[in-house]
Structures are given as C-alpha cells and as structure tokens.
C-alpha cells in the first residue's frame, strides 16, 4: 500500500515574503497540508480494512474522502514547487530565461501573456468558497487551458496536468491579505517560479501520448 509523506519545503519560511508571510507558509504546510497526507494515508488504511470486511456499503464514501485529500496533497505539492522568492520570481516566461516553450505556449493557448494572466486571475479569485485556479496542459488538443477546481477536486480535464496551481483557500491567505482575495492573486505573479512551471510543462507534454496509443 502507497504510503504519503509531506515533502520539505523548497525555501524557509521567510523566503517568500513580503508576498506570503513566515507564519502562513509555516502553518500552510506544517499543518494544513501535513493533515492532508494525514487523512490520505488514513483513508487508504480504512479502505483496505473495508474490503478485507466487505462493506461495499462504505466504499463510495471512502474513496471520495481519498480522493480529497490525495487531491489536496498533490495540488500543495505543486503550489510550493511553483513559488519562489521575490528577487527570482514574478514577471512573465521569456525565451531568453530557457523558458521559451512555455511563453509560446501560453501565447498560442491565450493570445497573450496578458490575456492568460487575467484569465488565471479571475479563476483564483472567483472561485465560490475554497478552491483553486489551475494552469493545466491537456494532452488531446496539446494545448494549455484555465480551469477553477473546487476544494481540491473536479473542474481539471480528464488527463490534464496542472503545472501552475494558485490556492484560493483561506488559509492560504487570510491571516495576511484577511477578505482581500483578489490582492492576493494579484501578489501572488510576483513569485511564480517560470523556470518549475515550464519544467512541468515539457514533462507534461512528453507524457501526451500515453491518452492517443494506437489500438
């Protein structure tokens, strides 16, 4: 049976301020996504004591609690590998930072870089409750696409890959920014790590094949 674990930070708690403060950071991942890879592990524990029983009964139950929190521990892992301090992040993927791929990319994805900053934006900061707003590459078209998911579940496209992620839960945060939401979002291209996000874009695009296997 696969066993979580929470990955270490790529950075100290301070190295993305003053975007998110040291006491988020700490409490984002000590504690809120800690009790995600928690309740992964946990739920696989009962789903395997559930079918040695036969309770066929709880097994819906069960794997939608599973698929909550496995959600929700690969989207945080994500989000801390797409940050990176202020000095080093932000601006937008250019060609001549070895991150050309991704900018054409979202280019041809959006129209611009503009275009898909706003559309990215509006999906963080109009999500209803808590959520996500998602960068996903989607292999059938081979093109990039937007999309919100709500809590840590849904609304991606069948095999699509997230490779840029920004949470929208409060606690990502409410202790910082409190109901201002949409400053958040807005603060948060400042530390967009490209170089991970383009990385995770060339992967993505290598993997495309495995939906279009001849019969």
Known sequence: MPVYTLPDLPYDYAALAPVISPEIIELHHDKHHAAY???????????????????????????????????????????????TGPKDGGGEPLAADGVGGLAEAIKESFGSF??????????????????WGVLAYEPLSGRLVVEQVYDHQGNVGQGSTPILVFDAWEHAFYLQYRNQKVDFVEAMWRVVNWQDVAKRYEAAKARADVLLLAP
């Open 114 to 131: 503009a275009a898909f900053k706003t559309q990215l934006s509006k999906a963080a900061a109009t999500t209803q409750g808590s959520g």
């Open 37 to 83: 890879v928690k309740g992964a592990n946990d739920t696989l524990e009962q789903l395997a004591e559930a079918r040695d029983k036969e309770s066929w009964g709880s097994i819906n139950g069960l794997e939608k609690n599973l698929a909550f929190h496995l959600s929700g521990h690969i989207l945080h892992s994500i989000y801390w590998q797409n940050m």
